[in-house]
């Protein structure tokens, strides 16, 4: 995890018939702002860079004073596609044994990459007797065995001393399951999604309560826990799917209908003030004197947005605690401004948790994608129209949606060209080879009638750090792409 805000969206690939289970995994991080009430957890009276505007359609928020740089367009697609990834499972015997073909992903970050989670749900699925063998091997300072294939993105990194403390938390977690388990035995999924995100947490907690004798890790441990992420992990097993979310990540389902064309079909759920379940749950954990004040201007205390994170232990700790930790901390810490204030009302102690809400979907043959995308996705497309572009640059058909103009009056000039410009798009659809890079182009370039401009795509791609954090939210995508004859065929024959 890195030591800012973030988002993770995960996909993980469980295939069978091997001596050992394997896994297919992408997990990237979203990066936001650091946990502050001036910056990533504003009060009412500040302005928050991610809440929906009151615009004709769904889009970032544009000013025309932006200090921003033209770019040609291959500038522009060295920028999108520089953190992309792809990567299509193997055929066997010339044939596609796997209810999975492949996925795409990528990130336009406004700040960090991680996959943690990706081990500890690893190690969680993982049958007694791999775990034993895993440990008999790191015992005896053998070399391991290739037991798991993940797909590291080239951007993703640790320090050596972070690895070797981050192994470390990994191995006594893996030596818990042994001793929990019997030969024979392993977690089924929805238990092994829900150990792996409670364990992580955990972890995080303990390492940052702990510190190390290296003044840099420890700085680092603690800047990530008081700092907070939010995962949206799916798990695929033949025809099953399961979705575990933490946060305001979003799992959105592609499905062809028969007319060719694609609906959406959530799932996850957002853990924030829109939904109602979530209120609820936070504030019957709390006294009822508590009521008024644990959700207020739709922020955890006021605060936060997301209800479930990792980290963000200043809505988990004690006060006591949080005060003992960093006095004991290094100096560089007490410089730290998301560091140094307690929130409001905080009475009862934790508000906050990493516990994921999983869900279970069968998959059908007219189930082609799934979506998993970070919010600053959401805010900017509805989910329908990420299905639609996705659907369209996966299958090659584009659907002539009547042509709106979101209330605008246009001239019959301008109609005319904005019919020009669908076509012209229409015939550029495939200069990105990455379902994910191509959507990130419609979510940040999209202009106010859907159309992909390049003026505002330059700009908002030019921006500096600073200002793209205060125009965007970062975007993670990781579109996995289904085999409907293999899930067909799974389906008929009852597999599980």
Request: charged letters at 20%; glycine letters at 6%.
């Amino acid at each position: 995890m890195h030591p800012e805000r973030a988002t993770m969206p995960v996909t993980s690939q469980l295939f069978r018939g091997f001596p050992w289970a394997k896994l297919w995994g992408s997990s990237l991080f979203q990066r936001q702002l650091p946990c502050c009430p001036t910056s990533h957890r504003p009060t009412s009276s500040q302005p928050h860079p991610i809440w929906p505007t009151a615009m004709p359609v769904r889009g970032y928020r544009r000013s025309p004073d932006l200090h921003s740089y033209n770019l040609t367009p291959p500038q522009v697609n060295s920028i999108l596609k520089a953190n992309e990834y792809s990567f299509k499972v193997p055929e066997f015997d010339g044939k596609n044994v796997s209810s999975v073909m492949g996925f795409d992903s990528n990130q336009l970050p406004a700040n960090a990459l991680s996959e943690r989670l990706f081990y500890y749900v690893a190690m969680s699925l993982m049958p007694h007797e791999t775990l034993c063998e895993l440990e008999s091997a790191v015992e005896a300072g053998r070399p391991l065995s290739p037991i798991l294939q993940w797909h590291k993105h080239p951007n993703d990194y640790f320090t050596r001393e972070a690895q070797t403390m981050y192994f470390n938390s990994l191995r006594t977690y893996w030596q818990e399951l042994i001793d929990l388990s019997s030969p024979g035995e392993s977690l089924g999924p929805r238990e092994a999604l829900l150990s792996a995100f409670k364990r992580l947490d955990s972890d995080l907690s303990l390492e940052a309560q702990v510190g190390d004798a290296n003044s840099f890790l420890h700085y680092w441990v603690l800047r990530v826990a008081f700092s907070g992420a939010t995962a949206c992990v799916a798990h695929i097993d033949g025809s099953d799917l399961y979705v575990a979310n933490t946060g305001d990540g979003r799992a959105v389902l592609g499905v062809q209908e028969e007319d060719g064309s694609f609906s959406a079909h959530t799932l996850s759920n957002d853990h924030n003030a829109q939904n109602e379940n979530e209120v609820a749950r936070i504030q019957g954990e709390h006294p009822p004197s508590e009521k008024k004040t644990v959700v207020r201007q739709d922020r955890l205390l006021g605060l936060l947005m997301p209800f479930r994170a990792f980290g963000d232990v200043k809505f988990k700790w004690s006060i006591d605690l949080q005060r003992g930790v960093l006095e004991s901390g290094p100096d560089q810490l007490h410089d730290n401004e998301h560091t140094k204030f307690i929130p409001p009302n905080y009475h009862t102690p934790p508000y906050l948790t990493a516990e994921p809400e999983i869900t279970h979907h069968r998959l059908r043959p007219q189930d082609r994608f799934l979506v998993l995308g970070t919010d600053g996705l959401w805010e900017t497309l509805h989910r329908q129209e990420v299905v639609r572009i996705v659907g369209e640059y996966l299958t090659g058909v584009h659907q002539r949606q009547p042509l709106t103009v979101g209330g605008y009056h246009v001239t019959l000039g301008q109609m005319q060209g904005l019919l020009a410009e669908r076509k012209a798009r229409a015939s550029l659809a495939f200069q990105d080879q990455n379902a994910a890079t191509h959507l990130i182009r419609h979510a940040v370039g999209n202009n106010e009638f859907g159309a992909v401009d390049h003026e505002t795509l330059s700009k908002m791609l030019s921006l500096p750090e600073e200002l793209a954090r205060m125009y965007r939210d970062d975007i993670t995508i990781i579109i996995t792409q289904f085999n409907p004859h293999v899930v067909g065929h799974q389906r008929q024959g009852g597999e599980s």
